[in-house]
């Protein structure tokens, strides 16, 4: 997966100073943030289908998560760990926004596809990603996290149930259902069958 | 088994993902069988999986890591856009952002490493380092970035992975590992990529990618802003039918389609990518296409060649603005020269490498030379005075020479390639002409010979095996070749694997291996290389 460098600052830390233990921390905390946070980023893009959202929501992800490390056991659970962190931020902004602007940006989701796409539109253009991420725009936030999560993170049922805290049955169930409701969502937008 | 009280839609989508018991696997299976219904459900759920998988990637923003680290260190999180005051973009924590940019662009400066190395250093889209760039009266408006951070003379290739049953293809830039997942066209699996194409401004890729066993490639135009694929055509992959070009200006790509089935015609196609679609252009059943010359007046200019015994070539011409003709444009009055095959022109349209020789027709390689086979560089003045690419190769008294090979040119219009030699005469020393060699030259500096094949490197894989050329691109100044060397399969239902190489023609760095790495695991390559005319 593609990575980003964690920007090292020049000279001492003006905030954190150099505390015994922040070099070890911060080390984690690069290999952390080189390794997720483009997928996250893009996973929380999927969720909120816009670009300046995700990045903010992936930015108080990654801070949240510099100031959880100590709560992070092993570096095996990390990935569920930094996608539950993401996946919590996510919700947390859908609410917010829910809340304060129930008119706003998520109304352009609702559209109805286009109805005189070029050719050159639906092959080269954006067209295509842009009908799948409005149906996926259309779905409940838990049937969208999930099939996020599986056909786009690769994660299996018990990984997803790990970052939805959910069981494996659960799981299973709710896939199956995110997946029909994105079949007919898909055929809305002129896709699928 | 017991039978299903309603469609098992739940085992359906869990069978995606390989999440069901072995008792759930024989009951479904059992259940397909029999329901036209649930095949057609695991059909669409198979789709959706997949297009979701090839949804593009979007690249980090790039102030994100500046954003995070100020955020931890102001202990503030990022603030919504409608909880944030207008005035909040010129207050501290900006202030604080630009600083740390400043600081980050000190600390890339020394090279472009990955995307971040040039993020700081360039205004930023997002809403907080906007403040940066409001501060420098830039208000014009700029183009929809590069896909994949590309700039010119980039590496680009193509990666095919996963298991045998459900591969995937992506490209990634060689230099950041930006990546695009492609979407599958979905008339059948990806498999080894054997060559590449980038349009002249960088945005669009088009590959033929081998279909399994049955041999034949198809031809696919890939968006890489965001995966989008289409799929051209379907083509058998005859000795001279390999070429896949864009057009000088980008609108249309060129490729030979032969009959799948082998049975000798081939014929010239375009796509055209204002309109979408791809058309046939040519009617002979013979005909193969041999390069782009520059544009004349308003024509699009292409070089077709007529497989015969003593072959011939023909300028194509029609208006760039009017799309892919409907008439034969060979039909008309094309210039016609005698005695030309395959001409591929240089970028100046200055100089053009082609073959010579008596051809005749083979099922499998459509037409190849029997007799006399050589290719030649001339200049573009309309004599056509062939000089020999070879010093040192002659033909046999038989006539015995090339039967066919590949020539490519470097952007430099200087640099060319021959390789993948099929040298039908006695070799004139071990190995050479090598199938496997590739042999480099200039225009300026004289004619090829045995030693002017660069060193490849290992040219044996791990498991012993010899590795086989597939495909060589030269970089645009011609210091580079991207070769891609096959891995033999120990098995139909092995997972197809390469070497991608970066080899520099006067030697100055040992090859290496882009990519996959000393052991690769997967196929890798073509490679492209970004031409100058991108983001220009």
Sequence with gaps: ?193 | MRPFDSHPDELISASLTGDLTDLERRELEAHLSSCPECRDTLEAFSQQRQMLAGMRQSPLPRDLAARVRTGIESRRFAMPWYRRPSGWLTGVASVATVAVAALLTVVFLNGRGNPTAQASASPSPSPTVSAAASASPSPVPTAAPLPLNMQAGDLLYVQLTGPIDDPKLTVIEAQSAAKVGLANPGTGQYSETKRAALSPDGRALAFATETGAKGSWRIVVASLANGATKQLAETWPVAFGRRIAWSPDGRYLAFTVASVEANGTSDVWLYDRTSGSARQLTHAGNAYFASWAPQNAGNEQLWVSLGEANPVSQLAQFPTAAGIPSDDPLAGEATTVAGVFAPLVSRDGQHALYWTGTMSHDGTNGWIFSKGGMPQLTPMDGNWKATPLFSDLTVGQGGEAFASGELSWADDSDTYAVWGANWAGTPEGNDYPDSNGVYVGRVSNGQLSRTSAPDLGTMTASSGDALYLVDVALSPDGSTAAVTLGIPLPGDLATPKSYLRAVTVNGDHPPADVGGGANPQQWSGPGVFVPASVGG
């Design chain 1, 1 to 193: 997966m593609q990575s980003m460098a964690w920007p090292q600052l020049i000279g001492a830390d003006p905030v954190m100073g150099e505390a015994p233990g922040n070099t070890a921390l911060e080390s984690r905390f690069e290999r952390i943030f080189a390794q997720f946070s483009e997928p996250i980023f893009n996973y929380v893009l999927r969720m909120v289908g816009d670009g300046d959202r995700a990045a903010d929501i992936t930015q108080d992800t990654f801070i949240k998560a510099y100031r959880k490390l100590d709560t992070l056991a092993d570096d095996a659970s990390t990935r569920s760990w930094i996608y539950r962190i993401a996946t919590n931020t996510a919700i947390d902004d859908m609410r917010r926004r829910r809340y304060v602007t129930p008119m706003g940006d998520d109304e352009r989701h609702n559209r109805r596809p286009d109805p005189r796409p070029g050719p050159e539109a639906q092959v080269l253009d954006a067209s295509i990603d842009e009908r799948i991420q409005r149906a996926l725009g259309r779905l409940r936030p838990n049937h969208r996290q999930c099939l996020v999560l599986s056909d786009v993170e690769d994660m299996s049922a018990t990984q997803i149930g790990e970052v939805m805290g959910m069981s494996h049955g659960a799981v299973r169930t709710l896939l199956c259902r995110a997946r029909g409701e994105m079949r007919r969502e898909l055929l809305q937008e002129g896709i699928g069958s």
